[in-house]
Nanobody
Framework: QVQLVESGGGLVQAGGSLRLSCAVSGRTFSSYAMGWFRQAPGKEREFVAAINWSGGSTYYADSVKGRFTIVRDNAKDTLYLQMNSLKPEDTAVYYC?????????????????WGQGTQVTVSS
C-alpha cells in the first residue's frame, strides 16, 4: 500500500520560511516523479512544483518561482518543499503526490497517489 505523509506545515508571518516534507512508503520512491499541489479555501487544487525521478529536473508554477524549491532525497524516500518569502496568498493545504511517470509531471490527473495534506498559514 502506497502512503504519503506530509509534515512541516504551520503558521508563519509574511516573509518567513517553512520546509515541508513528504515521506513515501510502499513504492520505489526513486523511480517516480513527485509533485506538490495546494488548495486554498474556496479554490481548486493547483499545481505548485514537480520534480523528476532523479531530482535533476524541476518545474514550478509562476506564482512560486524563485521563492520555492522542490528537492528529493532518494536515500530517505522523502520529498521536500522549501518555501521562502512566504506571502498571505500562499495560505493553503499543501499536498504531495507521486506519479507513475519518471519525468516531470504537471497535471493533477497524472498523479496516482496523494498525501493527506498539511496546512500552511501565512499571516500579514
Amino acid at each position: 500500500q502506497v502512503q504519503l505523509v506530509e509534515s512541516g506545515g504551520g503558521l508563519v508571518q509574511a516573509g518567513g520560511s517553512l520546509r515541508l516534507s513528504c515521506a513515501v512508503s510502499g513504492r520505489t520512491f526513486s523511480s517516480y516523479a513527485m509533485g506538490w499541489f495546494r488548495q486554498a479555501p474556496g479554490k481548486e487544487r493547483e499545481f505548485v512544483a514537480a520534480i523528476n525521478w532523479s531530482g535533476g529536473s524541476t518545474y514550478y508554477a509562476d506564482s512560486v518561482k524563485g521563492r520555492f524549491t522542490i528537492v528529493r532525497d532518494n536515500a530517505k524516500d522523502t520529498l521536500y518543499l522549501q518555501m521562502n518569502s512566504l506571502k498571505p496568498e500562499d495560505t493553503a493545504v499543501y499536498y504531495c503526490a507521486t506519479s507513475a511517470s519518471t519525468t516531470v509531471v504537471v497535471p493533477s490527473w497524472e498523479y496516482d497517489y496523494w498525501g493527506q495534506g498539511t496546512q500552511v498559514t501565512v499571516s500579514s
